[in-house]
């Protein structure tokens, strides 16, 4: 039994070495992009906000800041529902164009955000579509780097990059290392023409591609993928017209959760979408990192209660994630100009096994909380 774990240990290790090596592929073939014109589409950004009276003006300032054509900008707020001043602060910018929009469900609804997107984007002028959350700070050319690539390569959905800042303790700059990890993964998906992810504060696509495909018909029971499941209905059909814009004038900032707690809710919101997947090329690749993980794991324990493992698979395989790892994520880093955070990378590959594997199985069962709703 343990010689057969030490080699599926071993194999997968290989094969993880495998999959994060062609992902940095992926983020090697991705274009910095140049030479772009002044947009000529008309945009609509749109931001589904529940209580977030703490953040949403300086969002709609920064919007509102943007090196864009203000004739061709369309920003429109929806209020979910919020119990505290969000829409009373929204409201403060109708004299600047600001469209507030109000949801008032009675029924009880699993997937309001997605509810929300919809109805602003039935009522929206915009060609483009871009979303972006009521807690993001952007660049003056956010939008004029986003829609100038997105014209230039005649996009029909454009993920664009998402970064923490501001950490105030090591928890927070932690999970800044692992977030630019997924985008990064994300952004190597679209590079090598196989998309799987993406997220929803930096998203863009057309208006006409998004009645095309039903809108969110199909993913509309679920809580989260209003980002990711739309990605992979276009995929389906139009996987050469989804690009990343990588560009660091393209960077929306966001802040990283500020305790255990709401990180793992988090993280079991993203994980629930992977039940709607229907790529199976991107649910093997689910499945095995997860499973390298746990293999990781098991080996781990079975070595504290002093079972005869081998420790130089266990000692090969660690070795191995962390040198494919450092090799993905430092590229990202200095895109990021967050070299430093590289010191992390050591802890960041050990807590992988753990919580990876945890939320791996509790991402997929149950509900969780989110912004005070218990959805699945």
């Keep these: 039994m343990i010689q057969i774990l030490n080699y599926l240990l071993i194999s997968f290790a290989c094969i993880y070495a495998i999959l994060v090596l062609w992902m940095r592929r992926g983020w090697t073939l991705i274009p910095v992009p140049s030479n772009l014109n002044q947009p000529t589409k008309a945009i609509s950004v749109i931001i589904a906000a529940r209580n977030e009276e703490l953040n949403i003006g300086r969002t709609i ?175 389906e059909q139009y996987p050469d017209k989804i690009t990343f814009c990588k560009s660091k004038d393209a960077i929306v900032y966001t802040d990283a959760k500020p305790d255990l707690k709401s990180f793992i809710s988090q993280r079991r919101r993203w994980a629930s979408k992977s039940t709607k997947y229907k790529n199976k090329g991107v649910i093997a690749l689910g499945i095995s990192i997860w499973f390298f993980n746990v293999l990781i794991l098991v080996a781990l324990v079975l070595a504290f209660f002093g079972v005869n493992f081998v420790a130089w698979v266990v000692l090969f395989a660690l070795l191995l994630k962390m040198i494919v790892e450092w090799l993905f994520i430092r590229p990202l880093t200095v895109f990021a100009s967050r070299k430093e955070l590289l010191w992390y990378l050591p802890i960041l590959s050990l807590a992988h096994i753990f919580y990876l594997t945890y939320i791996g199985i509790l991402g997929n069962v149950g509900k969780y909380d989110w912004k005070g709703r218990q959805v699945k």
């Excluded at 900008?73 to 929009?101: C, Q, W």
């Excluded at 977030?179 to 799987?196: D, E």
């Design 61 to 235: 300032d920064c919007i509102l800041a943007q090196n864009y054509p203000a004739a061709l900008l369309e920003l429109i707020i929806i209020d979910d529902h919020s119990d505290d001043n969000t829409s009373l602060i929204v409201k403060k910018y109708a004299g600047k164009g600001v469209r507030l929009i109000q949801l008032n469900e009675n029924g009880r609804l699993n997937s309001y955000k997605k509810l929300a997107i919809s109805r602003a984007i039935a009522c929206c002028k915009g060609e483009i579509i871009i979303t972006t959350d009521a807690d993001c700070r952007m660049g003056p050319n956010w939008l004029a780097t986003v829609v100038g690539s997105f014209e230039k390569e005649n996009a029909y959905l454009q993920s664009s990059p998402v970064v923490y800042s501001e950490e105030k303790v090591f928890f927070e700059r932690l999970q800044t290392l692992e977030f630019l990890y997924l985008i990064g993964l994300g952004a190597a998906g679209i590079g090598n023409k196989k998309p799987t992810t993406c997220n929803g504060a930096n998203l863009a696509y057309r208006k006409d591609i998004f009645e095309q495909m039903g809108g969110f018909k199909g993913i509309d029971e679920l809580a989260s993928g209003d980002d990711e499941l739309f990605l992979h209905k276009v995929a």
